[in-house]
């Protein structure tokens, strides 16, 4: 089954720097990338995804890359903000048939110092 | 909003008693998925429905656990005879394209 590894485990940057979280996976059949923001006693809340076809996307501060030869994608986020401060997981899944199911990395707890 | 409810929120029980968990989608989708998040780690999954077919299951997901999604709308999760390591965040996410994950059943069980 599919494994996917997250680094780092934890990640403190100060006010306005960038933050990059990597992800590696197993699968060479995934094909679907999404990260998710996870905030104390809630639900992982999705930030951002991205599909095998694509090689990198864009929403405002946040950005993913994927390398697919390298089986590995990239979170960044720009100009941190305290409120960035959560833990993000990414995750991958084959798409196109069965469950679709998620497999998780294991989280990076991000604090961004005021 | 993800358009997604779960009941309770939190749960306390004391080993040996049975809970049931409870998810709503806003609306009917296709598929429907739990998934189970111990401290520290990413969501695991559980098992998924299409419509009102239970279609896959996690080797996680022993004979104490069932699921149930009736009519292919809501969908309950029951956990028999509770065990210390059943304690964990239960997580229901529905599939517009990306899962859209719901806010958790935290349950404790003594």
């Known amino acids: 089954g599919e494994n996917v590894e997250q680094h780092p485990s934890t990640l403190s940057v100060q006010e306005g720097d960038s933050a990059v979280i990597k992800c590696t996976y197993s699968?060479?059949?995934?094909?679907?990338f999404p990260w998710y923001k996870q905030e104390l006693g809630k639900g992982p809340q999705l930030i951002i995804d991205?599909?095998?076809?694509?090689g990198e996307k864009k929403d405002q501060r946040i950005a993913v890359t994927l390398n697919k030869t390298a089986k590995h994608f990239s979170l960044h986020i720009t100009e941190t903000q305290p409120e960035d401060s959560a833990v993000y997981f990414c995750?991958?899944?084959?798409?196109?048939?069965?469950?679709?199911?998620?497999?998780f990395g294991k989280g990076t707890k991000l604090s961004v110092i005021p | 909003d993800t358009g997604v409810s779960q009941n309770p929120r939190h749960k306390i029980t004391k080993r040996g008693q049975n809970v049931t968990f409870r998810c709503d989608p806003i609306?009917?989708?296709?598929?429907l998925y739990w998934y189970r998040q111990t401290l520290g780690q990413g969501p695991e999954f559980l098992t998924y429905?299409?419509?009102?077919?239970?279609?896959?299951k996690s080797r996680l997901l022993s004979d104490r656990f069932s699921a149930e999604r009736p009519k292919g709308s809501f969908s309950t999760l029951e956990i028999q005879r509770t065990e210390q390591g059943d304690s964990a965040m239960y997580l229901c996410?529905?599939?517009?394209?990306?899962?859209?994950f719901g806010p958790g059943t935290r349950l404790l069980v003594l």
């Open positions: 609306s009917e989708h296709n598929r």
């Open positions: 429905f299409q419509n009102e077919a239970q279609l896959e």
């Open positions: 995750a991958a899944s084959r798409t196109g048939a069965g469950s679709y199911q998620l497999t």
């Open positions: 996410a529905h599939d517009m394209g990306p899962q859209y």
């Open positions: 699968d060479s059949a995934s094909n679907y």
């Open positions: 991205i599909r095998s076809n694509v």
